[in-house]
């Protein structure tokens, strides 16, 4: 199709295919299963207890909440196919514009400001963590490439903190020079690490069955298939899933694609939805069973023994990483993925052939990791291109750039963002993975906060409408708040009082929040002053349209 440019002076170059493959690039169906597995591997509940018991069940509740929102999504994006690149936060607007009764469009600005922080929150913050675990992955690499000097040098903080400079800039460079390169580099990355991890995923599988070390059946870390797939905790299955939706998001950033999309009508809802099912469905929830399947805890050959671990550096103390073996060492290992490759690829074949292997799959992770980044760029500054169109960002993050066409003063702005995020990420306060899980949690937060707005505004857009379905509109958005509510409550009730290396995670999300709330408020409450703006503006002043 020839290409077309939009009212907004983007190029429209998108069809269903390149949709689905930017929301799927932002989910990255293979590199969180390498980055993520040691936070859920980590975390304890307030005993000191793992939750790693409902790694799997905590996805699926994730994986629940966020087909919820996913409908919501769809319902709003095939409605509101103008929304150029505001995507939720445009939704938050007209939910309440298009409404007769001028008591609900008085409150479109404060919708919008929430859904816009909340979005700013996720969005700004989840590349500084997709920086972080980069700088842990080359730091992995090197432990296994050049043990010694070399790799305590890459390990050390100060040179983790400028890979993460480096690798923002990189990001970001191709962010500038506009979405067409962007998709067609997320296809390449989302071929390579789907068919590295399913044969992964085959190989973990076949290594338990065919147990070519003679594991003892009391050994292996769960005991059979229903130990993976059944429930063990309430309270650990919430907090799993408040760190497993990290490995989900993405399917809603398409949304933020509609100026960029040839039919965002048809093409958009589409995408969002089969990004999901692709990437949640099918991809994560077959590898990290695979995963938890092949994991050995106890015995001569329990995970964690003799491996070589890339925690060396993390942990900052060799003994005990020789000491620890199951699940504690994928807690203290920055690669669980990397030590189990070498491990089933030894029983099967020979070490160096199971090194080859690791370093391969490292590769792929880092590319995955490389375009996740760049579709978590190419949707915040896009959100945030919209709502310095809007008036209510500052006027050079509006600006388009004249070659490329891309927002590309926010573009540089976010470069700055996700470094000094990716520093604290990789700064290792409170020990292995703390900082990181921290800011994840961050992150998450407002991924939640997003979606629950989602699925409110859903209802407010098509209850008492002439569109309005009662599944579609009602029901479907209702349990998809609940959830929502449900997981945030997790972070804040459960992350709290469980003490600890929990709780000082938690305080660093909701520390990194509340500093992102407070910034928004201050400039929401500065710009409306200074513009003559009601936050919520009286009855009288409505009309027949909204006012701003």
Known sequence: MAEQTSSTGMKKTLGLTGVTINAMALIAPGAFLWITYQLQAANVDSAGNPTSLDMW???????????????????????????????????????FIDREEPSHRRWARLAKFLTGWAAHLFYWVYPGVMVAFFAV?????????????????????????????????????IAFRGISGSTNVAIAINVIQLTALVLFSVMAIAFRISNPLHVAPGDWYFSGIKSIVLPHNLSGLLFQSTIAILILVGFESCTALAAETVNPQRDIPRGVILALVIQGLFA?????????????????????????Y???????????????????????????????????????????VAFVLMIITAITVIIAILGTTLAAMNTGVRITYAMAQDDEMPEPLGLLHGKYATPHTAVWIMVIVSAIIG??????????????????????????????LICALTMV???????????????????????????????????????????????????????????????????????????????SAMGGAAGK
């Open 57 to 95: 069940t905590g996805i699926v509740a994730a994986l629940v909440v966020a087909f919820l929102t996913a409908f919501a999504f769809a319902e709003l994006a095939r409605k509101y196919p103008e929304a150029g690149t505001g995507s939720s936060y445009y939704f938050a607007e007209k939910a």
């Open 137 to 173: 992955v080359v730091g992995y690499v090197f432990l296994q490439i050049a043990p010694g000097p070399v790799s305590d040098f890459v390990n050390a903080v100060p040179v983790q903190v400028v890979i993460c400079v480096v690798f923002s800039i990189v990001v970001g460079f």
């Open 284 to 308: 994560y929830l077959f590898e990290y069973f695979a995963m938890n399947y092949a994991m050995i805890q106890s015995g001569p050959f329990a995970f964690g023994h003799g491996l070589g």
């Open 310 to 352: 890339g925690a060396v550096a993390a942990a900052g103390n060799t003994p005990a990483v020789a000491e620890a073996t199951g699940i504690a060492a994928a807690g203290i290992s920055t690669a669980p993925l990397g030590d189990m490759i070498k491990q089933i690829g030894a029983a099967f074949f020979n070490p160096n």
């Open 423 to 452: 520093a604290i990420g990789v700064s290792g306060i409170g020990g292995p993975a703390v900082a990181l899980t921290g800011i994840t949690l961050a992150s998450n937060l407002g991924t939640f906060v997003l979606y629950g």
């Open 461 to 539: 857009s098509f209850v008492g409408t002439k569109e309005f379905k009662p599944l579609q509109h009602l029901i479907v958005p209702i349990l998809g708040l609940i959830g929502n509510i449900i997981m945030v409550g997790a972070i804040f009730g459960i992350g709290l009082s469980s003490g600890g290396t929990t709780t000082l995670e938690t305080e660093i999300g909701l520390g990194i929040g509340g500093l992102w709330l407070l910034v928004s408020v201050i400039y929401f409450v500065a710009n409306s002053r200074a513009k003559g703006k009601h936050i919520v503006p009286p009855v």
